[in-house]
């Protein structure tokens, strides 16, 4: 079945870097967009960009830009998000989750499925 | 931006009510609209597309309508196993938005 499976938790100290893999199986990894959601504790959904599985192109929102890097590897089939010089409110669970990319009208779609999700914590 | 907006934010309701949430867009995006459940500590799961289409394997007490700018998903009959938060999101283009959220629980 359809499937996405991502990295374990992580504990950072401020000032670090962390990368979170999120491993697409039973599907062409490059049929589909992967985007990346940040969920902070008890607070909504905050969608932090995708990237084109097909390009490698990144495209990231507002608010997640200069320490948030989408990257891939199509040859097994994951994708990867690193986030440098982390600050205790990076603090959060990160999710990735599979959209389809309209080439001709050039939208994204909804998410289905999502990884389990990976929580990061920053803290001296 | 086209920012989402909620209502609302949190509510109780008994077993067995019928429980309405809308979510409005700030301009128009037709019926790019999908929702979503995520119960406690969990991942969320889609529950409707296209501001209307059920997917897949979700239990039809919901069902979702609306277009342009103003969507709402109902629970026709409210189950202890639907307490959740409820998430609205829009993909009318390239850039997503998800609503703020609404918290469902049982009085």
């Known amino acids: 079945q359809v499937q996405l499976v991502q990295s374990g938790s992580e504990l950072k100290k401020p000032g670090a870097s962390v990368k979170v893999s999120c491993k697409a199986s039973?599907?062409?990894?490059?049929?589909?967009?992967m985007n990346w959601v940040r969920q902070a504790p008890g607070q909504g959904l905050e969608w932090m960009g995708w990237?084109?599985?097909?390009?490698?192109?990144?495209t990231y929102a507002q608010g997640f830009t200069g320490r948030f890097v989408f990257s891939l590897d199509t040859s097994v089939s994951t994708a990867y998000l690193q986030i440098s010089s982390l600050k205790a409110e990076d603090t959060a669970v990160y999710y990735c989750?599979?959209?389809?990319?309209?080439?001709?009208?050039?939208?994204?779609?909804?998410?289905?499925?999502w990884g389990q999700g990976t929580l990061v914590t920053v803290s001296s | 931006d086209i920012q989402m907006t909620q209502s609302p934010s949190s509510l109780s309701a008994s077993v067995g009510d019928r429980v309405t949430i809308t979510c409005r867009a700030s301009?128009?995006?037709?019926?790019?609209l999908a929702w979503y459940q995520q119960k406690p500590g969990k991942v969320p799961k889609l529950l409707i597309y296209?501001?209307?289409t059920l997917q897949s394997g979700v239990p039809s007490r919901f069902s979702g309508s609306g277009s342009g700018t103003d969507f709402t998903l109902t629970i026709s009959s409210l189950q202890p196993e639907d307490v959740a938060t409820y998430y609205c999101?829009?993909?009318?283009?390239?850039?997503?938005?998800f609503g703020p959220g609404t918290k469902v629980d049982i009085k």
């Open positions: 990237i084109n599985t097909n390009t490698g192109n990144p």
């Open positions: 296209a501001a209307s």
């Open positions: 989750a599979r959209t389809y990319y309209d080439i001709l009208t050039g939208y994204l779609n909804w998410f289905d499925p």
């Open positions: 301009q128009g995006i037709s019926n790019y």
């Open positions: 039973g599907y062409t990894f490059t049929s589909y967009a």
């Open positions: 999101q829009k993909y009318n283009s390239a850039l997503l938005t």
